[in-house]
């Protein structure tokens, strides 16, 4: 989950990374978007938007993130409705990382 208090949208890919920072897999088969905070007409934060995005896993990609040695988050940001944006030293964006797992143990 990603709370995004910034007027500009975010596309982002997350990549495994081995002990040489080679890429050796991708948390998302496709890059994701997280959309921007929407603004008032005086440019003032009036809250935070929330995306949610899923990556279910299969056993392959969770043995790759399993010998992973790093995590590099690739993000392009763009603005949303405006040309000039305003920035607030309070604005900030979070995430949270949660993993439910679905497993069978003999």
Known sequence: ??????????????????????????????????????????????SFTTSTILAPLDQEKLDRIEVGKMLLLDVFLSTTDQQ???????SKITYKIAVELNTHIP
């Open 84 to 90: 000039v944006i305003h920035l607030s030293s309070k």
């Open 1 to 46: 989950q990603l709370n995004n208090g910034y007027p500009l949208s975010a596309d982002i890919q997350i990549y495994v990374l081995n002990e040489e920072l080679n890429v050796i897999d991708s948390l998302f088969n496709e890059r994701q978007l997280m959309a921007g905070l929407q603004t008032d007409l005086m440019a003032s934060d009036t």
